[in-house]
């Protein structure tokens, strides 16, 4: 038997979680998506305090500080499982922590961000699930909610408030830059 295929899966399953989260950062820029590629060509490393394979079941965890990384994308959980179903093949990630936390730094150097109590990604649906104090920035635009989905396929995004009255859904966009050689301001 060989005790490392599950760490080479788990390490391919991870790719695809990561290109979800950089996938989700379209959100709140569409040139995010092109954007950032250099970084999967590069090699991805998990580090923890522990980390164990439930072979028969097809489950990699990973617990107490993991660290993904992979060229400038950086993604820490307290507690991270790539599990694989047994009939379809589809795999679900999902990274926990206090907050989780997912940044890279784009091709014009900015960063984006984001942080979750739950960031779930579901491979068959397309659909990335952030949950729990959810914040996600870029320059200066945000969003945040109590629940942020974002489904691939569709690529409709939705925002939930939490269960308190006084929570609310918050968005921030940029302001548009105003061309350098124009004195006029750009929207009127």
């Known amino acids: 038997m060989n005790m490392y295929k599950p760490l080479t899966h788990a390490h391919s399953s991870l790719k695809l979680f990561v290109l979800a989260a950089l996938v989700f950062g379209v959100v709140l820029s569409p040139t995010a998506l092109a954007q950032g590629k250099a970084d999967f060509q590069q090699n991805i490393e998990i580090v923890s305090e522990r980390d ?27 507690h991270l499982e790539v ?35 739950v960031i779930r990604y579901d491979e068959s649906a397309q659909i990335l699930t952030m949950s729990g104090g959810v914040k996600v920035t870029q320059d200066d635009s945000l969003i945040q909610g109590h629940e942020i989905v974002y489904n691939f396929a569709t690529q ?33």
């Open 83 to 117: 599990a694989e179903d047994d009939g379809t093949g589809a795999r679900s990630f999902t990274a926990e922590g206090s907050p989780a936390t997912y940044q890279q730094e784009l091709e014009d150097g900015s960063i984006i961000r984001a942080e979750a109590q």
């Open 52 to 78: 164990w394979f439930d072979i028969q079941n097809k489950i990699a965890v990973f617990e107490e500080n993991a660290v993904i990384t992979q060229g400038t994308l950086r993604i820490t959980a307290d």
């Open 156 to 188: 409709q995004m939705r925002a939930v408030r939490g269960e308190d009255e006084n929570d609310r859904v918050t968005t921030i966009f940029q302001p548009s830059k105003k061309n350098e050689n124009d004195n006029e301001p750009t929207n009127r």
